[in-house]
C-alpha cells in the first residue's frame, strides 16, 4: 500500500496529495491559534499610551531608536519568552 503509515486517515488512501494540503491546513490553524494571541499581547504591550505612534508619527531619529531600544532591553520592559 503507498499510502501506510500515512497519518492522514480521514482521507482515502489513494488521496496522498489532498492529505499533504489537508496537514497543512491543521498545522497552520494550529500555528494561527497559539501565535495570534502572543502578538496581540505583545502589540497590546507595546501600544500601552499610544507608543506605536513613536514610530509612525515622530520625525526624531533619536527618540524612536531610544523607544526601540528601551523595548529590546529585557531589563526595562515586562516581555519576557519562556
Known sequence: MPNEGNHCAVLPP?????CNVWCRR???QYLESRVTP?????LAYVDTNN?????VHNSDHWLRHMWLYMLADSN??????R
Open 14 to 18: 489513494s488521496d496522498d496529495a489532498g
Open 26 to 28: 491543521a498545522l497552520m
Open 51 to 55: 507608543n506605536l505612534d513613536v514610530l
Open 76 to 81: 526595562i520592559t515586562e516581555l519576557k519568552y
Open 38 to 42: 502572543l502578538l496581540a499581547g505583545v
